[in-house]
């Protein structure tokens, strides 16, 4: 009589880290608490209503690497926030770039001083603002305050510069200067899109004939300005 044998096997099972499984690895960022330190700074420096900041899902810690995240305003508007990872352990800097969505003032500020630096006797101080941030509305315009602005090849000064935003989120801007033999005022003309600037090669406006008129050839400037977060 024929006797059945049951053999069972056990086969070898080879349990691999979860994390190994994902995109994420073993070392991921917190981006929840990213997302909202971003929201919080960026709404106190800018003085803004911020309704949201979106970063990616899925990222590891690694020291030297960028992505971007995405901020969404009250009650519309969208702008980008540029991260960099500076280490591996979490630690990371962002700057906001000007956009059709945001201006970076700072950006502004350091854009200007390199264009009017080019007609004064000295570096000029400009400030467009006590706030980092200002929301880009089409038919928008705001002045930008502007010292030890001395014309070098013309008697007078460059007293401020007034910015204006068209309707497709570019930025221009006039330098108001005011001449000091004839004590008139003249208007010159630069513009800038959000994410470059490029000055313009004739004046506009003039009205008056002492005033100097700058010109300068096109070229493209991303000056950063970063903050760290750890």
Known sequence: MAIAHSVRRRLPVYLLPLCLLTLVGCNPLDVRSLEAKLKTQIQEQGNLNIKSVTCPESVSKEAGTSFQCEGALEPDGKFIIQVKQEDDKGQTSWEVPNSKGMLNLALLETELVKEIAKDTKVEPAVRCGSDRYRVNRPGDSFD?????????????????????IDTDGNVAWQQIRRTASANATAATTAAATPAATTPATSPDNASSS???????????VRPRVSNALD
């Open 144 to 164: 930008c305050q502007v010292k030890n602005a001395t014309l070098a090849k013309a008697k007078g000064l460059i007293e401020k510069v007034t910015v204006t």
């Open 210 to 220: 002492e005033a100097s008129q700058p010109t300068s050839s096109p070229r493209r």
